[in-house]
């Protein structure tokens, strides 16, 4: 299976500042067609994950423009360029290029 | 608006079946695959495979092979996860979503707790 890893696990942030989450996977998640097969979720406390970005880089309907995705082949970051109170919680990576369909390990956002 | 809703919560026996279910509403059904990840308490995702509602085509996770079974039933926009053989370490949250194109898991469930124990 394919491995994917984030880093850091746990991401303490002050509000307004930035953060970023690191995304290594063990295989390409570059296809023939161009795109890179991954995701970023958020999973905030007691809810459902919700999509942030998919093919690498592309924003999910509704997501603030503060969000950001950007890497291809096996190094993908995920950007927020001003961390506010409602960003807390776990974020996820998931490749889906490779069957079976792998995610990172989580990183946990809370603010200082 | 797109919704899926997923069936209650369900608490089995080792070796027991578990079905869940996944209604959805506010698009065509027949037109996104469905997948189904599960979350093990206090864990990560675990994708376990994904269901094409048009020709009931599946692809599952080797690790849940011969276990689990998805299925669909178009006249009613609904998806079903089959998980037999349960064991205590298959106690988790089993999510359904859907893929609206080229597996962007656009819109979650609202999770189904299986619990398994003796």
């Known amino acids: 299976d394919v491995v994917v890893s984030q880093s850091p696990l746990s991401l303490p942030v002050t509000p307004g500042e930035p953060a970023s989450i690191s995304c290594r996977s063990s295989?390409?998640?570059?296809?023939?067609?161009?795109?890179?097969?991954l995701n970023w979720f958020l999973q905030r406390p007691g809810q459902s994950p919700q999509l942030l970005i998919y093919?690498?880089?592309t924003r999910a309907s509704g997501v603030p423009d503060r969000f950001s995705g950007s890497g291809s082949g096996t190094d993908f970051t995920l950007k927020i360029s001003r961390v506010e109170a409602e960003d807390v919680g776990v974020y996820y990576c998931?490749?889906?290029?490779?069957?079976?369909?792998?995610f990172g390990q989580g990183t946990k956002l809370e603010i200082k | 608006q797109v919704q899926l809703v997923q069936s209650g919560a369900e608490v089995k026996k080792p070796g027991a079946s578990v079905r869940v279910s996944c209604t959805t509403s506010g698009y065509t059904f027949t037109q996104y695959y469905i997948y189904w990840v599960r979350q093990a308490p206090g864990q990560g995702l675990q994708w376990m495979g994904w269901?094409?509602?048009?020709?009931?085509?599946?692809k599952y996770a080797q690790k849940f092979q011969g276990r689990v079974a998805l299925a669909r039933d178009t006249s009613i926009s609904t998806a079903y996860m089959d998980l037999s053989g349960l064991r205590p370490d298959d106690t988790a949250i089993y999510y359904c979503?859907?893929?609206?194109?080229?597996?962007?898991?656009?819109?979650w469930g609202q999770g189904t707790m299986v619990t398994v124990s003796s």
């Open positions: 979503i859907r893929d609206l194109a080229g597996r962007t898991l656009d819109i």
């Open positions: 998931m490749q889906a290029l490779h069957i079976p369909y792998t």
């Open positions: 269901i094409n509602p048009n020709s009931g085509d599946t």
């Open positions: 295989q390409s998640l570059l296809y023939s067609n161009g795109y890179n097969y």
């Open positions: 093919l690498g880089s």
